[in-house]
């Protein structure tokens, strides 16, 4: 079903010095707090990261029940929110496959993409071979899974001690990491296109329709380093 | 319908719409091959998606950190980035330090 060997080795990556466990747990244990704030109960709170498991939907979701947003408007605004998911997981599966592996198993990987564990398959994946890749990927996403859902929880029941000031450093973290993660990855001209242009223009387009901003940001960035021709390697 | 129930909608229809863009990615790259130019082009469109949201959750942010101002918020991501840096692109140190850093600035203020 599952190589051990290589589900504990993607495991793995949550003790090393470039896991995400921290910048994950700060913020949602910020989102447990919140959802804590907002009424939710305690099995509502796991049950949101365990299903959802992706914060910006989950954040925008808390916002639109307060306000008493209709359930086709929730809907349509986590779906556009959270729509970024949707290249992020052309741009993995591609490099899991594997012949040898169950169509099921893909059906139900796709669930842990999110953009921490994204971004270390990203960037470890060269040193996996091609045929286990899948399996170290659970071993990754499980691990962040995991430590999303009891994040929530431990924010849930710590609320009352969170300060305004510390809920503000709390919100921080997960910029900060995903930063870093991102420089990391500028290993080769076109990344460092892709990724400076839509820092670039997603603020510019977000004064134009902060809705779609991130979405027409990527899609224009993308396809700039795309076109670009690479001296180096000589193709577009 | 009570509040408890309508969450419990609320909750399902969210993990709906987030669980299709998974779902619909799954279908899409099926027939493509991690050679292929159009694999390329979602690679560089998902980072630059990222760096996009990353931008605007620093710029323009929602909650918490709207009650910080957006020089402060740069000071502390520089901070953290020099020492990511310097500390041989360790990300345990810059993390906790952005907090405690950002926590601290915003007491003082």
Known sequence: MINRKYFYQGLKSLVSLRSPAIALACSFIALGALFNNAGFNLQQSAASSF?????????????????????????????????????????????????????????????LIAVSSWLIMKESYKKIDQ??????????????????????LLGYWISDYLTKEMMIGLAIVNPVYFLCMMISAMNNIKTVIAISSGALLGPIFYLATPEWSILIAGIAGGSIAFFIKDKKNGSI | MDLSSNLILVIVVTSIATFMSRFLGI???????????????????????????????????????????LFIRLFVISISILIFLYSKKNLVLPTILSFVLLTFLSSVN
């Not at chain 1, 990927?137 to 009891?150: E, H, K, N, P, Q």
């Not at chain 2, 560089?44 to 929602?62: G, K, Q, T, W």
């Open chain 2, 27 to 69: 279908l899409t790259a099926e027939n493509i091959s991690d050679k292929s130019k159009l694999f390329d082009w979602f690679n560089y469109v998902a980072y630059s998606i990222l760096a996009a949201l990353i931008a605007r959750m620093v710029i323009f942010p929602a909650g918490s950190l709207l009650e910080s101002t």
């Open chain 1, 51 to 111: 299903f959802t498991y992706a914060l910006p939907g989950q954040l925008v979701m808390t916002e639109s029940f307060l306000v008493g947003a209709s359930l086709f408007n929730i809907f349509l605004s986590v779906w556009l929110v959270n729509f970024r998911l949707y290249p992020m997981t052309v741009a993995l599966v591609p490099i899991l496959k594997h012949k040898s592996q169950p169509r099921w198993k893909y059906y139900l990987s796709c669930h």
């Open chain 1, 131 to 152: 045929k286990y890749r899948l399996d170290f990927w659970f071993g990754i996403g499980c691990g962040t899974l995991s430590a999303a859902v009891l994040s929530t």
